[in-house]
């Protein structure tokens, strides 16, 4: 099948690609939104192709996963709209922009956004995450805090920006992700968007990995510390509630309790180890690749065979 999706997500997409599919990404001269082409930082297969939006004239399917990109796909070409947002606003009642529409179906990546989106009759479906499974293994010897996010400064609250000092009077915090250079300071040091290779490898000297968001759908670092062996320090909010369970890591809304675990796990490095076994043998069983890409050829089929 021949799939037109534009490079949104790079975590999510590079699970994506690795299915059996060819897929078809837009470009342009300035890799902007509109046209990034090419991961440049994750590994995809040659079945990726980029080209200008133009000329790509045979695909089968588009992935859509901004409202602005269904004005841009091809007439009469079926669409799937992927969710990978928690609602904003006035939750119990956001209305989703795709809401009562007979021409599309929404694929929520967590049974969260699901449960709290109002989509009116829109047609849902729920395929949880899946990714390629890091090669790095966890290693613990340092006694270092981590966080991976995105555009933390700007966010605050939502990523849990103003708890960092918490922790980091614990111990050195080490934030990853795009837009955290302005982080650096006493006891908290920024590293800038590195490779994913690279960054899996500086995560996993880290003894702990903190998921501080106060609002976020799931994010796709928590799953991949867990299957590098990362013991987890979570709030329970959203769907990590699911995701990492008792036994796993630690979840609470209390910070309090977040911080007495910090204290902990940098104390007992063997109950460390036990966390990360545990949470590398959830999230390999439940955000496994195999599965990941089996529902969404099974979704692939369906809606092909709908448009028919």
């Known amino acids: 099948m021949n799939i037109l999706l534009w490079h949104v997500h790079g975590s999510w997409t590079t699970a994506?690609?690795?299915?059996?599919?060819?897929?078809?990404?837009?470009?342009?001269?300035?890799?902007?939104?509109?046209?990034?082409?090419?991961?440049?930082?994750?590994t995809w297969p040659d079945s990726v192709e980029e080209k200008p939006l133009a000329e790509i004239r045979d695909a089968d399917i588009a992935i859509?996963?901004?409202?602005?990109?269904?004005?841009?796909?091809?007439?009469?070409?079926?669409?799937?709209?992927?969710?990978?947002?928690?609602?904003?606003g006035n939750v119990p009642c956001t209305r989703h922009p795709l809401a009562d529409r007979d021409d599309v179906i929404i694929?929520?990546?967590?049974?969260?956004?699901?449960?709290?989106?109002?989509?009116?009759?829109?047609?849902?479906?729920?395929?949880?995450?899946?990714?390629?499974?890091?090669?790095?293994r966890w290693i613990g010897e340092l006694d270092r805090l981590a966080v991976v996010t995105n555009e933390p400064i700007r966010r605050g609250r939502v990523t849990g920006t103003d708890l960092f000092g918490r922790f980091a009077a614990?111990?050195?915090?080490?934030?990853?992700?795009?837009?955290?250079?302005?982080l650096r300071g006493d006891?908290?040091?920024?590293?800038?968007?590195?490779?994913?290779?690279?960054?899996?490898?500086?995560?996993?000297?880290?003894?702990?990995?903190?998921?501080?968001?106060?609002?976020?759908?799931?994010?796709?670092?928590?799953?991949?510390a867990m299957q590098m062996g990362?013991?987890?320090?979570?709030?329970?909010?959203?769907?990590?509630?699911?995701?990492?369970p008792h036994d796993a890591g630690v979840l609470s809304t209390r910070v309090d309790t977040l911080v007495d675990a910090c204290h902990w796990l940098l104390?007992?490095?063997e109950?460390?180890?036990?966390?990360?076994e545990r949470a590398r043998q959830v999230a390999l069983a439940r955000y496994g690749l195999d599965r990941f890409l089996a529902d969404w050829d099974r979704l692939l089929e369906e809606e092909a065979c709908v448009s028919r």
């Open 16 to 42: 994506f690609v690795q299915g059996k599919h060819r897929y078809l990404v837009p470009v342009n001269a300035e890799r902007d939104e509109w046209g990034r082409g090419r991961a440049q930082t994750f």
């Open 64 to 88: 859509v996963q901004r409202p602005e990109e269904l004005d841009r796909v091809p007439p009469s070409l079926p669409v799937i709209y992927v969710e990978h947002n928690a609602p904003r």
């Open 107 to 136: 694929a929520h990546v967590t049974h969260f956004n699901e449960l709290f989106w109002d989509t009116g009759g829109t047609r849902t479906t729920v395929i949880e995450h899946g990714i390629v499974e890091p090669a790095t």
């Open 170 to 182: 614990v111990a050195p915090l080490d934030v990853f992700g795009m837009g955290v250079a302005g």
């Open 187 to 224: 006891r908290i040091e920024a590293f800038e968007d590195p490779p994913q290779r690279a960054m899996h490898q500086m995560l996993a000297r880290r003894r702990a990995y903190l998921h501080l968001c106060r609002w976020t759908s799931l994010g796709l670092s928590l799953i991949e």
């Open 230 to 244: 990362m013991p987890v320090i979570a709030l329970a909010g959203t769907e990590a509630v699911e995701a990492v």
């Open 267 to 269: 104390d007992d490095a």
């Open 271 to 276: 109950a460390a180890r036990r966390l990360g």
